[in-house]
């Protein structure tokens, strides 16, 4: 470059400089915020700043491989699932057009993934074996009142025959015993046969109990007349002799109501290395809006969720047994709202922190406590503050996974509600009589919050929406630390994009957070035009990576069991403070019950780290994790990958 030009471009940049700096100085409020954008772009990008409150990126994938990503989950080859299925889109579902992306961090390479159902709205978790457990999805999108034309709803066809189960095709016609209206199934249904009942004392019998089988239907044509106001008997048309005398339905009113999602029971594992998905046994009950948690067996416990006919599933939950790809019931009836927050406890029970996403009874299956699956006995626990304000609410299993502390994040009112929380409630479950308190505020009240565990121990808490899926432009541009040692938070650097529903976070295994989705309801403050889906990714870079330095690690053993010992490379070795093994999370709609982080015994000899991985099958589910060290500056390695069988 000659000095010439050098002279131009340096006075330029001073011409520049003085312009933003004169208009900043004036008084016109645009000239304002124009010099005030100017010096915080200026001002986020210091180096002193990131290394205090960290840094955002954005990224924007070229429009083909752009979706509306409603699920994330961290792949164990490092890559990261991201699943739309149809993405909140009823054209999408209409045409069929379900979407999943595999995405590369570190090369930043993307790749279309064949997807078999629509999986918007399922559950997922980690299997031992490295693949991603997905079960439920969508069936039908709901329809608004004013939307429905045909009058429907609920069909229990009851059959009273002890000796044969009865099967009813889709189209079959329901006809009332006393309005007269028929209305027609949508779907087929399988009828149990009836029970027989003893008396326990005389072994006499005393009656059947009949078998009950669940079904949509609709009428035949279009209007209010066809609707009904009260439950009715209904003859099913086409039987005959004892099968018309043994089977009938039972419907409240049929309407033009508005109709919920419905679900579906087909079940998939996705394959990280073949990068595809791969069809499992259906569960027994269809479900939309599920949770999946891994039992300390490796099996998967199957929870709530909306039907086939777009009602909540009746406590009826499930457990999939991965070596046999096969579900059965458990034994007993718990009932809980869509996306309960379950987590694995020490000692193999269930905790329930009252986070969930809604849909069902405000006032069964909402109270926090400790449910033992196999029992199926509940134990409340007391101290909730805000506890009608629990919808889309965040919980996250506090660092180290062995203090089994719980801190419960933000919420807001059933449906909804302009109502949310500000209040932050923690949990210690080893306590003799564990109960909440409160933890400190947020500054706003906020449902959504996406929180990641970070291996330096502290919490990222970030985004969310301070109304109902951002309404009012409500989203709230904050990030916070959690430091669980102290019962604090820092404030970071603040998000460039807002987060609200269908949004989640998923920590990467170089020490950075990627941020996904949000689907604002409106996309103005006066809530005239409709929102439109975030479709770009954003990663946060925590302050820990802008030091001078951080320790590395390699080497080691790919696989090492519970109770078992592997030894790394690390240079750093003398100044390893801590050592964290942890699982990959899979996020959606606030629910993450995956992500843990578990503290490892340790060695340094030499450049030699020595890790010591716990005995506890409750504490270590069977799978792939993350091992991160940690120095004496809190700086973390870039994560090794270890199965733990």
Not at 246 to 264: P, R
Not at 362 to 369: E, K, Q, T, Y
Not at 454 to 472: A, C, F, H, I, K
């Amino acid at each position: 470059m000659n000095d010439g030009a050098g002279r131009r471009r340096a006075r330029r940049f001073a011409i520049g400089t003085a312009v933003v700096l004169a208009l900043a100085g004036m008084n016109g409020p645009w000239l304002y915020r124009f010099g005030t954008a100017q010096y915080h772009e200026y001002k986020i990008n210091r180096p002193e700043y990131k290394a205090e409150n960290g840094h955002w990126d954005i990224i924007q994938f070229p429009k083909e491989y752009r979706q509306d990503t409603i699920h994330a989950a961290l792949l164990h080859t490092g890559k990261v699932l991201l699943i739309a299925g149809s993405g909140n889109n009823q054209d999408n579902f209409d045409a069929k057009k379900f979407d999943t992306r595999v995405w590369d961090p570190v090369k930043g390479t993307i790749k279309k993934i064949p997807t078999p159902k629509d999986l918007f709205c399922t559950g997922h978790t980690q299997l031992a074996n490295g693949n991603l457990l997905i079960a439920g999805g969508t069936k039908r999108y709901e329809k608004l009142k004013g939307d429905v034309t045909k009058a429907g709803g609920l069909m229990i066809v009851h059959n009273e025959n002890p000796d044969k189960p009865m099967t009813l095709p889709a189209g079959t016609r329901f006809t009332g015993r006393e309005n007269g209206k028929t209305f027609v199934s949508k779907d087929p249904v399988l009828v149990p046969r009836a029970s027989k009942v003893f008396d326990p004392r005389t072994g006499k019998y005393l009656r059947n109990d009949p078998g009950l089988g669940r079904i949509y239907v609709e009428a035949q044509k279009s209007g209010a007349r066809y609707e009904t106001g009260t439950q009715d008997n209904y003859r099913v048309q086409g039987l005959t002799g004892v099968d018309a005398r043994n089977t009938y339905g039972i419907a409240q009113k049929l309407a033009l109501d508005k109709k919920d999602f419905q679900g579906i029971r087909d079940a998939f594992e996705f394959d990280p290395v073949a990068e595809r998905y791969i069809k499992v046994d259906p569960m027994n009950e269809a479900r939309w809006y599920p949770t999946l948690t891994t039992l300390s067996d490796g099996k998967v416990l199957s929870v709530s969720g909306l039907d086939d006919i777009g009602q909540l599933v009746p406590g009826k939950n499930e457990i999939f047994d991965p070596a046999t790809k096969k579900w059965t019931y458990t034994k007993k009836i718990r009932q809980f709202p869509t996306y309960p927050a379950l987590f694995l406890m020490d000692n193999g029970k269930i905790f329930y922190s009252g986070s969930n996403a809604g849909y069902g009874p405000d006032n069964v299956g909402r109270d926090p406590g400790v449910w033992d699956v196999d029992t199926n006995q509940f134990t409340k626990l007391p101290g909730l503050s805000d506890p009608t304000l629990m919808e889309t609410s965040g919980t996250v299993l506090l660092p180290p996974a062995q203090n089994q502390k719980y801190l419960v994040i933000g919420g807001g009112g059933v449906g909804e509600s302009k109502l949310s929380s500000r209040r932050t409630r923690l949990i210690d479950l080893k306590a003799a009589s564990p109960g909440f308190v409160d933890g400190p505020s947020l500054e706003k009240g906020t449902r959504y919050p996406q929180s990641s565990v970070l291996p330096d121990d502290t919490v990222l808490v970030s985004g969310g929406s301070q109304d109902y899926r951002g309404r009012g432009d409500s989203d709230i541009f904050q990030a916070r630390l959690y430091h669980p040692d102290g019962n604090s938070f820092t404030r970071v650097a603040d998000p460039l994009v807002g987060r609200n529903y269908h949004s989640g976070s998923i920590l990467l295994p170089d020490g950075r957070v990627m941020f996904f989705g949000s689907d604002s309801l409106y996309g103005d403050k006066a809530n005239t035009r409709p929102g439109k889906f975030e479709q770009r990714i954003e990663i946060y870079t925590p302050p820990y990576l802008y030091r001078d330095s951080r320790p590395s690690l390699s080497g080691g053993p790919r696989t090492i069991a519970r109770g078992a010992s592997g030894t790394f490379t690390s240079p750093q070795a003398s100044a390893v403070r801590k050592v964290r093994l942890m699982r990959p999370s899979a996020s959606t709609h606030v629910t993450d019950v995956d992500q843990r982080s578990v503290a490892l015994d340790f060695k340094a000899s030499g450049d030699e780290v020595t890790v010591t991985v716990p005995k506890d099958r409750n504490l270590v589910p069977s799978g792939w994790y993350m091992l991160f060290v940690d120095d004496d500056q809190g700086t973390p390695s870039k994560a090794q990958w270890v199965n733990v069988p």
